[in-house]
Structures are given as structure tokens and as C-alpha cells.
């Protein structure tokens, strides 16, 4: 068939507006700007504001998020620049949290892969969203020139969470140090002094793994080693293989899901938990409490998702060049059996 002979294309539907849906709700498009977009400073009854949704949804209408920018001056985007490895089902479920916190606060929450770009790169990626906050987990190591540069492209508040602030941006100082303090004392306090700590291998996890060594270490009494181990089956048989030979009376474990499998694995090799070797995690996962011997663990108190938005939606409301600092983290050696 010809190009000449092929049947017309039907156009495509036209694309709902505001004033269609102003017409078959029976209001001005004031008003509907206003109940679409959670206005709380004009008060609408509620079957008006009924009208309006049921309008905007028989219609298909959506507002258009760029305009709804132009007349407030800023987007509603927070961007959380997703992590590059996995962080752990603790801080995982943390996230989520925060990200349905900023939702009811009526934000937009976009996460950004930002794999493979520099501190630099990255920002400038970031800033071309518009976001009006950055929450950066500080895998990306931020200066004060990219927080300028977040800023000048909009961003009314730029918070970094991690073990040290950035000049400029809100700082949510996560103590992971207290974590390996709290380890190292209660094997410790257990008479095990010469102590292994798990560090992972694989990269993106320094920012956790690098601050909890140097909290076991500072433990008066513990005479600590590190031991690189990587998250796979293999990586925990050939460490328990060569336990014997390391003289270590105990392991503290990055995490609980790295001292279960380095537990599983010094089983498998004989050795006997805890009168051999005892071990502590991080994070108290509900699974430890299943392993037999249950798993001695350190407790961290996360803030909540709500206690989080709340702040990052403070600093956008009331930007100021005046930041603060948030302690979020408080952390407790849990005894179990495995120690």
C-alpha cells in the first residue's frame, strides 16, 4: 500500500485544561487551581472540592507540574540521589518512610541514579531537575561550591545525612562510630579482647563501614583487626577457614546480615558460637532473633520518616543561611546468645 493510499490517522484527543474542567464542575478555574493543588489558605467546602476531583478525573486532566512552578516560584521536588549499593533493610526501610512522609507533605520525591558521575557532574544534573530540596545521602562527597550551586539553581534547603556537614547545607549527623563503640565495649565487658570487625568489600559502604572500625578501636581494652569480606558464601567460608590462625576471640560484623553469614559459615567450619568465637551485628533485623544462637546485635534508633519531613519541609518554608545540625541516630548493644 502507498503511502498516498493509507487510510488518515485519527488526531489525537485534545488534551484536557483546567477551563474543562472548571466547565463541568460548575466553578472558576481559580478554584480549581486551588483545590487541585491542596491550597489551604482559601477555604472551599468540601462537595465543591468533591466536584472538582471527580471533574478532573472523568476528564483525565492533570496539572502541569512546570506551570504550577512558574506561579510559585519553585518546584515542589525533593531529589534523594539513590544509593549505589545496598545500604541494608534498616536504612532501606527508613527511606521509604521519609519518602511517603514528603508525599503527605505534598512534595514530589524523585530519586536520581547518579552511578558513575562525580561530585561536580552530579550536582550539575541534579540542579537541572530544579529541585527545590536536596537530601544527599553522602555517597557523593558535596563542597560548599556544589552547595552553591544547588542553590543558585533554585534549591531552597540542601541537606546532607552522614557522619559530617557540608558548609551550607543542614546537616543530619548519623553517629556511625557509636555503633562500633557500642560493639567493641560489650565484647568487651564479655572478657573477649581481641576482636575481628567485618568490613565489607564491596564499594559504596565506607561511608558506614570506615567510622563503626574506628568506634571499636577506640575501645579501651580491644585489640582489634580488620577483616575485608565481601557479601557472598564464599567470601565468609574462606575467612571461617582461616579463623584459627587469626587468634580473634570475637567478630563484630558490619551488619547483621554480614554476621549471619560469617556466623553460618564458622559453624560450618566447626567452630562454636559463642564459646569459640562470639559474634555481634548492627541493625537487630527480626531474622537474628530466629538463628540459633539468636544473634547479639546493636540497636540503632532511627528518627522517624514523619520527624525527617517535617524538617527538610521547615527548611524549605524558612530557607536561611543560618544551617543546623541534627543528631539522628542513638545506638545499643542488644545481648543474645551469640555472645
Do not use: C
Not at 486532566?61 to 531529589?79: C, E, M, N
Not at 527508613?94 to 561536580?120: C, I, P
Not at 556511625?176 to 581481641?194: I, S, T, Y
Amino acid at each position: 500500500m502507498s503511502e498516498s493510499s493509507k487510510p488518515p490517522q485519527p488526531a489525537p484527543p485534545p488534551v484536557p485544561t483546567s477551563a474543562d474542567v472548571a466547565r463541568r464542575a460548575g466553578v472558576s478555574r481559580a478554584t480549581v487551581s486551588y483545590v487541585l493543588n491542596n491550597a489551604e489558605a482559601v477555604r472551599i467546602s468540601e462537595p465543591t472540592r468533591r466536584r472538582v476531583r471527580e471533574a478532573a478525573e472523568e476528564l483525565g486532566y492533570v496539572p502541569h507540574a512546570a506551570a504550577r512552578s512558574l506561579r510559585a516560584g519553585h518546584t515542589r521536588i525533593v531529589l534523594l540521589p539513590t544509593p549505589h549499593v545496598s545500604i541494608g533493610p534498616l536504612y532501606s526501610t527508613f527511606l521509604n518512610e521519609l519518602q511517603w512522609a514528603l508525599r503527605r507533605l505534598d512534595y514530589t520525591v524523585v530519586q536520581y541514579g547518579s552511578l558513575g558521575l562525580g561530585g561536580d557532574e552530579a550536582v550539575r544534573a541534579w540542579a537541572e531537575l530544579r529541585p527545590v530540596a536536596v537530601i544527599s545521602l553522602g555517597e557523593i562527597t558535596l563542597t560548599s561550591h556544589n552547595v552553591a550551586t544547588l542553590k543558585r539553581a533554585g534549591a531552597r534547603a540542601v541537606i546532607t545525612m552522614g557522619p559530617v556537614g557540608v558548609p551550607g547545607a543542614h546537616a543530619l549527623v548519623m553517629d556511625q562510630q557509636e555503633v562500633g563503640v557500642r560493639a567493641a565495649a560489650h565484647l568487651v565487658e564479655r572478657g573477649r579482647r581481641r576482636i575481628g570487625v567485618v568490613v565489607p568489600r564491596e564499594q559504596g559502604l565506607e561511608l558506614f563501614s570506615a567510622p563503626r572500625l574506628a568506634g571499636a578501636r577506640s575501645v579501651a581494652g580491644a585489640e582489634v583487626e580488620a577483616l575485608p569480606m565481601a557479601y557472598t558464601e564464599e567470601s565468609a567460608a574462606e575467612l571461617a577457614a582461616r579463623w584459627r590462625g587469626l587468634g580473634l576471640e570475637a567478630v563484630f560484623a558490619y551488619n547483621d546480615e554480614y554476621a549471619m553469614l560469617l556466623m553460618r559459615a564458622l559453624q560450618d567450619e566447626g567452630l562454636r558460637v559463642p564459646e569459640e568465637v562470639a559474634v555481634i551485628g548492627a541493625d537487630d533485623l527480626l531474622v537474628g532473633r530466629l538463628l540459633r544462637p539468636r544473634l547479639s546485635t546493636v540497636r540503632i534508633e532511627m528518627p522517624t520518616g514523619d520527624h525527617l519531613a517535617s524538617l527538610v519541609d521547615h527548611a524549605v518554608r524558612e530557607p536561611s543561611e543560618v544551617t543546623e545540625r541534627h543528631d539522628l541516630m542513638a545506638a545499643e548493644a542488644v545481648h543474645r546468645e551469640s555472645t
